[in-house]
């Protein structure tokens, strides 16, 4: 009787002390809420080493030159901004760019059941993205080879007054509301397995290979009349960007969310944009305080049509972007009201081509950063 009496009791310990050592393992596989997560991303990407599809490919993405640092939070869901959308979330994060994600956990894997935050005409608008059905973001447990695939829907709605009125100048007619239904097909393949190289590390990873199709439709509300659908009369790269996105995400088995993630244009097989998780170890090979002065970047450059400018590391303010020519004449200049990072798009199809200037004036009209352009013509 003693025997069978102690075997509940040790089953129990052992069922304790593995439930303890799961927590802690899940408490470190998915980063902690108020933890800093650096990412650096490289917008024009070159000298990489991407495309070895084998269970034991070597990859380098050593030559990334990214110009920002920029943080990525862990964030309590009950807390954040549209948390009252997303009741089943149990975790969430504040990404590099201004949105929220919610994520519901079970066990290692990881769903994302929408986002806080949207972006048309690369311009961030504060509002709700809810998911019919979450998508994955990881699979630990998928099989080389193994293909799943992923539809669902979000119904996105905000006021035209949320946009800037160079925006809004390019809606179809003159709107109150607009109301965004938008479409994902996902189809994620476990593609590869090997070597990750950084600038002076490696990491072992798996590779997911994702191909993303997002359809449109776009419907405007003027006043209180029903809503009408416009989506015939719009274009939608320049809304919401390409409408098919390839993607590599580079795991390990030690962290519940991507190390690395490269887009790629299919038609040249070049990477578009990189984006790396730079974890304490390379925090030696960095300088954190460089990396967070303020700063304006633009690209592509050399331009061909029209040039994006990021405002990086600037405090809240009204500032304005200007364009010189070769002569440092003045031939642009927009206002922007910055609360946080963000991309401005400016229309140079009827510039010049050439050399030129651009700066960043802050409200005193003083001129604090100045940079580099090429204007080409196709």
């Keep these: 009787m003693k025997i069978k009496s102690s075997i509940p009791r040790m ?32 917008r024009m990407p070159d000298n990489i080493t991407i495309n070895d599809h084998n269970r034991h490919s070597r990859w380098d993405i050593s030559m990334a030159k990214a110009p920002y640092l920029r943080p990525v939070v862990p964030v309590n869901p009950g807390d954040a901004a549209g948390s009252s959308h997303f009741p089943d979330a149990d975790y969430a994060m504040r990404m590099e760019d201004r949105t929220i994600h919610f994520y519901k956990k079970e066990g290692k894997e990881l769903y994302m059941l929408g986002q ?48 800037k009125p160079t925006f809004v100048s390019k809606l179809p007619v003159h709107a109150d509301s607009v109301r965004i239904i938008m479409n994902i097909d996902r189809l994620t393949t476990r593609d590869a397995e090997g070597q990750l190289n950084y600038e002076i590390i490696s990491d072992d990873v798996l590779r997911h290979f994702t191909i993303e199709q997002y359809q449109y439709q776009v419907l405007l509300r003027i006043g209180e009349k029903p809503w009408q659908d416009f989506s015939e009369y719009v274009n939608y790269e320049e809304l919401f960007g390409p409408l098919v996105q390839y993607r590599y995400d580079f795991l390990t088995d030690k962290h519940g969310i991507p190390v690395a993630s490269v887009w790629m244009n299919r038609q040249n097989g070049k990477p578009t944009r990189i ?59 927009m206002p922007v009201k910055v609360e946080a990072d963000e991309t401005v798009r400016i229309d140079i199809t009827e510039f010049d081509k050439g050399p030129y200037l651009y700066a960043l004036i802050d409200q005193y009209g003083r001129r604090i950063i100045t940079k580099r352009l090429t204007i080409m013509k196709p």
């Design 116 to 163: 806080y935050g949207f972006y048309i005409f690369q311009q961030y608008i504060p509002t709700i993205v809810r998911f019919d059905y979450p998508f994955i973001v990881n699979y630990p447990s998928a099989q080389y080879g193994q293909k799943w695939e992923y539809n669902s829907q979000a119904v996105v709605e905000f006021s035209v007054a949320e946009l």
């Design 11 to 42: 089953i129990l310990l052992g069922i304790f002390l593995l439930g303890t050592m799961y927590g802690s393992s899940q408490s470190e596989y998915f980063p902690a809420v108020g933890d800093t997560l650096y990412f650096l991303v490289d």
């Design 275 to 333: 984006k790396y998780w730079v974890r304490s170890y390379l925090h030696r090979f960095r300088r954190i305080d460089e990396l967070t002065e303020p700063d304006i970047y633009a690209f592509p450059n050399p331009a061909i049509g029209y040039v994006n400018i990021e405002l990086n590391n600037l405090r809240p303010g009204q500032y304005k972007i200007a364009l010189y020519n070769f002569l440092a004449q003045e031939v642009f200049q």
